[in-house]
């Protein structure tokens, strides 16, 4: 997927990036790790009642040049732009979210990127306990530490991946998915589902998120979270101080 207004040195300005542009673990990791830190996970256009755009181009205009973010399709989506530029090998993966009390459909995007025949899970767009760094297949059923975050990737009874982070002490499932790859067209019906829907997360509340080096920054519906290291310090968000929150936790204006 690539769209014609975008540029790679104008995306790797905004991720503020100027290490290594080879297609490695390193230059991934770096982007990655970039990306989560400059660019928020956010559904300001789903709580405007917008239906998210999949035009590549709408992404970049908005992501690149009008200082936004996005949520899983249009930050993963910008992503797989990026990787292209830089020479990866890889593929869109369809995951299912796995912290409902159901078994829920594949909504959310990911990416398995190959280098040097060995395969590595991304993704920039979970928006609370994702990943802070690529992990390898590889490392399947490896306690991974990354920053203050621990993850492990296990496989379940129907041969699934599944991403586990661990949370306050215990091992929480976030999301499962397969080696099946997808078309970015695939994912229009889950964009619509959760730009719509009214069971969708997305359009219950508001969620916004900003990974930092010492931890990342949650506004879950009312709340605002804010996770370093193992503490965590939770204040109200009233309907009149959301703007200023937005703009000063986020720099993003509604």
């Known amino acids: 997927m690539q769209a014609e207004n975008f540029v790679l040195d104008d995306y790797l300005k905004r991720i503020r990036y100027a290490g290594?542009?080879?297609p490695t673990i390193e230059t991934l990791t770096g982007i990655m790790r970039a990306q989560l830190q400059s660019i928020p996970f956010?559904?300001?256009d789903v709580q405007a009642g917008k239906i998210v755009s999949m035009v590549p181009e709408d992404i970049v205009k908005k992501i690149i040049y009008s200082g936004r973010g996005g949520y899983c399709y249009e930050v993963n989506g910008l992503f797989t732009m990026a990787?292209?530029?830089?020479g990866f090998s890889f593929d869109l993966?369809?995951?299912r979210p796995m912290?409902?009390?159901q078994r829920r459909p594949k909504t959310h995007v990911v990416l398995v990127v190959n280098i040097d025949n060995q395969r590595w899970l991304c993704d920039t767009g979970f928006g609370s306990f994702g990943l802070r760094a690529p992990i390898g297949l590889h490392q399947l059923g490896q306690v991974i530490r990354q920053d203050n975050e621990t993850f492990a990737l296990d496989k379940n009874e129907r041969d699934e991946f599944v991403l586990k982070a661990l949370v306050k002490g215990e091992w929480a499932n976030q999301f499962g998915f397969d080696l099946q790859p997808?078309?970015?067209?695939d994912f229009s019906l889950a964009n619509y589902y959760n730009s719509t829907h009214p069971d969708a997360i997305f359009v219950k509340q508001?969620?916004?998120m900003k990974q930092h080096a010492q931890g990342?920054?949650?506004l879950s519906g009312s709340q605002l979270k804010k996770f370093t290291g193992d503490q965590e310090n939770i204040t109200e968000v009233s309907s009149e101080q959301l703007d200023d929150v937005l703009w000063k936790e986020f720099s993003l204006r509604r």
Do not use: C, H
């Not at 990787?83 to 830089?86: E, M, N, P, T, Y």
């Open 20 to 22: 290594s542009a080879e």
């Open 42 to 44: 956010e559904n300001l």
């Open 83 to 86: 990787l292209a530029g830089l």
């Open 99 to 101: 912290f409902y009390p």
């Open 182 to 185: 997808m078309e970015w067209i």
């Open 206 to 208: 508001y969620l916004v």
């Open 216 to 218: 990342r920054t949650l």
């Open 93 to 95: 993966i369809g995951a």
